[in-house]
């Protein structure tokens, strides 16, 4: 039997978990920026195999680690999920969620759509949001924006979008759809709040 098998169900007494996910370059860091800002809640730092962006802090928006660095917290359960996206690693820290929860507090993790998976076989009383851009030809233009990467990658972006926005219906509780942005934060601050 594999360890996922013997951890059992956790009901949230404790703190509140909210799990937000949408494609890349959909608006999701953004919106959890400002729905920080506008209720109790809490992002938990995740930790990545990319490289660091040029603002970004280690411990603060990331935690920036090495392919054996991961694969060494894989190895020893400490990440609660892992995912690979685009070629990196990406995981949430089993212990810092599990002490933040402790505390009551609500925490949002705003993780791809395979890490979310894996969170609500934990966590099946997790609020799930799923962001969705208005049209594609929106996310299409917001990735060249972003200009992270070169054309090629944005059109994997952009078919990988389309394969999770169809399995999002199936998982996800609340769909918001990222149009107009002061009402998409809005919207996800009443989910969160009535604790859907
Ligand atoms: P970015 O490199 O643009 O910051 O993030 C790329 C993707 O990785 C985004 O879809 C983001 O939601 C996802 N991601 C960030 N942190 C985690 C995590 O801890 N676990 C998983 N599964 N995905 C994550």
Redesign the pocket.
């Known amino acids: 039997m594999s360890s996922s098998h013997l951890i059992r169900k956790k009901t949230l007494e404790n703190g509140k978990l909210v799990i937000i996910?949408?494609?890349?370059g959909v608006g999701?860091?953004t919106i959890c920026r400002e729905v920080v800002k506008r209720c109790n809640v809490v992002v938990s730092v995740?930790?990545?195999t990319?490289k660091p962006g040029k603002n970004e802090v280690n411990g603060v928006d990331?935690w920036f680690l090495s392919k054996e660095e991961f694969e060494a917290r894989i190895e020893n359960g400490e990440l609660i999920?892992?995912?690979e996206?685009?070629g990196?690693y990406?995981?949430?820290p089993r212990k810092e969620l599990e002490e933040l929860l402790n505390t009551n507090a609500t925490v949002i993790?705003?993780?791809?759509i395979?890490?979310?998976l894996q969170v609500l076989d934990v966590y099946p009383k997790a609020t799930t949001i799923f962001i969705l851009p208005p049209d594609i030809d929106v996310l299409r233009a917001r990735m060249e924006k972003r200009a992270?990467d070169n054309g090629e990658n944005n059109e994997r972006r952009l078919e990988q979008a389309s394969r999770e926005i169809a399995q999002a219906w199936q998982y996800f509780k609340n769909m918001v759809v990222n149009d107009d942005l002061e009402q998409a934060i809005n919207e996800v601050v009443d989910i969160i709040e009535s604790g859907d």
């Open positions: 996910s949408g494609p890349s999701k860091g995740s930790a990545t990319r990331y999920e892992y995912a996206v685009f990196n990406y995981g949430t993790l705003e993780i791809d395979q890490g979310a992270r």
